[in-house]
């Protein structure tokens, strides 16, 4: 087999790549994204009070930190038995919303929008943030800045600290939201909505309104027919802090709905020999390698499959954007569910109704009588000895699973992190990007590199939760293998940082 | 003349936090300096830019896995070389000097002197509170460093100046 490396990092050599590996007749057979490999997680646990974990575990990632502490302690609740107040549970979510908006809006502007504003081939030098600011106005960047800015107070307001929340406990949160606090909030989500708004008025000018850009998202190139993952509420609607896992079949309907709790019981990791990388799959339809279709386990958790997963959104305008989505892609709804929508680079414009719901839900919140009720906490009694709680990331469903003894010391760690459910469609999308440039051995490299980062982009993979210095700004190097394994040719891109 | 001082890192990766634990030792020494603040990041481009914001100059400090040299190795780094550095840039945003640019065409109160210290890892992918010994050894030199730098005269814009050529 041949094999074909493109190294985003190469001074982490081994690590971070993409591999190609060609098949007998110099056609793509499979491709990979590989990630590094981060050691000792569990072992640097094992042994610590289980209290520990929400501050520990919202510092394995610099991006969302947010999302571990609030697995974490919803993990903890389970571990000790405890239920939280009803204001305990609405101020963490208020606070998971003002993330929420800030994570996707940094996504849309710095990373997914930049591929559509200024068209998949501008060179990479323009396609980033400041691109984007030049095409859309000084007046947009000022708004992103401050979006980021007054969500990154309500965080610290509500969870503590600036970069790592520490205000989540087992049972609750360390304090109540003030009068004057919820005021603010209240004012911040209303900024938040009209700032979603206009995101999506800007993607329905740039994107939806333009033939070129609208054909790329509506076609072919990263569609994969899979099941899809998120989280529900009672009703079947989106809820990004809690509720049931619900997985939707690649034509639509229901095909699982399980407690978080019960993860083991409906998926599996495949393993392959050449890498330490795992591909969890459902159990019930059974690994079929890195294909598509009903026959075949592979899932993909983000913000598109949500959206796939759910019969309505919670809040009102958010709800308008969501049928509109449904209604472009022509997707019919059947006795059994509605048809969902299988192109991957409709994620972006998921991501964008989804920051629109995230400052609805907050506003929602915010002014929730119950927000300000000094009923902050309860107190646990019992150590019930396994805990399992989970989120749902801006990069996919997160869930965290511990083990302790019955001093709650900990006894075994396992997490799964939003990537990890989507290893298998990066490796397919990447593939499908590959195909098109590249048929019986020849390479064409121009747009290559470009479709490829784009590919892996939209599911914007957190490298291990903990690398943080990859895409962005990263050089590119394609190697192509001989049969024997030797490199015969060097494509290379610097990085634009 | 206010000036931040930042650790990047994360302080949970071994030698990853070596920023971050010379951040903690310069608050110490430096809790009467009112015009100078530390700070702990924990991931760099956008977060790194709100951070130096509003500062006359921002000294940075973060760990390199360069392979050229041994670990524990303190380089002064410039701006266009900071990309050699693990947490400058972030993989869900953008790098430093994409960051920087975008900071001066919205008008940010951007810093005129920007300073950046590697110090050279020996391993970022094990997790651990311990730096290796080499780059704990060079802990105390990087903080010397910084303190001469606080010390010093302001430099130009030059280094500024750098970067804008590169955009």
């Excluded at chain 1, 005021?183 to 909505?193: L, S, Y």
């Excluded at chain 2, 300073?115 to 020996?122: N, P, T």
Aim: charged fraction near 25%; hydrophobic fraction near 40%.
């Amino acid at each position: 087999m041949t094999r074909l490396t493109i190294d985003p990092i190469t001074r982490l050599e081994g690590h971070g790549r993409i591999e190609i590996f060609l098949g007998e007749h110099g056609e793509v057979a499979n491709a990979y994204f590989q990630v590094p490999e981060l050691r000792g997680f569990e072992r640097f646990c094992v042994g610590r009070h289980a209290e520990e974990m929400p501050v520990i575990t919202s510092r394995i990632c610099g991006v969302c930190p947010e999302a571990h502490h609030l697995a974490s302690v919803k993990a903890l609740d389970e571990l000790f038995g405890v239920e939280p107040p009803p204001a305990a549970k609405k101020i963490r979510e208020l606070l998971y919303m003002a993330f929420f908006v800030t994570d996707h809006t940094t996504h849309f502007y710095a990373l997914g929008g930049p591929d559509f504003i200024l068209g998949p081939d501008a060179p990479p030098s323009e396609r980033n943030i400041l691109g984007v600011i030049r095409k859309l106005g000084a007046e947009a960047g000022k708004k992103v800045i401050a979006c980021r800015s007054r969500n990154h107070r309500v965080i610290q307001m509500l969870g503590g600290r600036a970069v790592h929340p520490s205000a989540g406990l087992p049972g609750g949160w360390s304090k109540p939201v003030s009068e004057e606090e919820r005021r603010e909030i209240e004012a911040i989500a209303r900024q938040n909505v009209d700032f979603a708004l206009f995101s999506l008025a800007a993607f329905d000018d740039l994107v939806l309104k333009n033939p070129a850009h609208l054909a790329l998202v509506t076609s072919d190139i990263y569609l994969h027919r899979t099941y899809s993952m998120g989280t529900v509420d009672g009703e079947n609607r989106l809820n990004l802090y809690d509720g049931m896992i619900r997985v939707v079949a690649p034509e639509g309907g229901e095909t699982l709905k399980y407690h978080p709790r019960e993860y083991a019981d409906h998926l599996a990791e495949h393993v392959e020999p050449w890498t330490y990388l795992k591909f969890p799959y459902l159990r019930k339809i059974g690994w079929k390698g890195l294909v598509d279709g009903s026959g075949s386990g592979v899932y993909v958790a983000s913000p598109l499959s949500r959206l796939n997963v759910a019969a309505a959104m919670a809040t009102p305008r958010a709800q308008e954007h969501f049928e509109r989505l449904y209604e472009t892609f022509g997707c019919r709804t059947t006795g059994a569910g509605r048809e969902p929508v299988h192109h991957r680079l409709a994620t972006h414009w998921a991501r964008l109704i989804e920051l629109l719901y995230a400052a609805e839900r907050m506003l929602a919140l915010a002014t929730d009588p119950e927000i300000t009720s000094p009923e902050v906490r309860r107190m646990p009694e019992t150590i019930r000895g396994v805990g399992i709680g989970s989120v749902e990331a801006p990069r996919g469903t997160l869930t965290h699973h511990y083990e302790t003894d019955d001093r709650g010391i900990l006894t075994r760690v396992n997490l799964i992190v939003g990537t990890t459910n989507n290893h298998a469609a990066i490796a397919m999308s990447i593939k499908r990007a590959a195909e098109k440039f590249i048929t019986g051995g020849t390479v064409v490299e121009e747009g290559m590199l470009n479709r490829i980062e784009m590919a892996f982009r939209l599911y914007d993979p957190c490298l291990s939760c903990a690398t943080h210095s990859l895409p962005g700004a990263m050089p590119l190097e394609v190697r192509i293998r001989d049969r024997q394994g030797e490199v015969v040719r060097t494509l290379r891109r610097d990085g634009t940082g | 003349m206010k000036t931040v001082v930042i650790g990047l890192g994360n302080p949970i990766l071994t030698d990853d936090g070596v920023g971050v634990k010379a951040a903690r030792l310069l608050t110490a020494r430096l809790q009467e300096r009112e015009e100078v603040d530390v700070l702990e990041l924990h991931a760099g481009g956008l977060r790194l830019l709100d951070g130096m914001a509003g500062y006359q100059r921002a000294f940075l400090i973060d760990a390199t896995v360069a392979g050229d040299c041994p670990p524990g190795t303190v380089r002064a780094l410039t701006l266009a070389e900071c990309g050699r550095t693990r947490n400058m840039a972030c993989s869900h945003d953008t790098a430093l000097l994409p960051a920087l640019a975008m900071g001066d065409l919205l008008g940010c109160p951007l810093p005129a002197e920007i300073r950046i210290w590697g110090v050279e890892a020996a391993d970022v992918e094990t997790f651990g509170e311990e730096l290796t010994p080499p780059v704990a050894a060079a802990l105390p030199e990087v903080v010397e460093l910084v303190m001469a730098a606080l010390a010093a005269e302001p430099m130009g814009r030059s280094s500024m100046a750098g970067a804008r050529e590169r955009q």
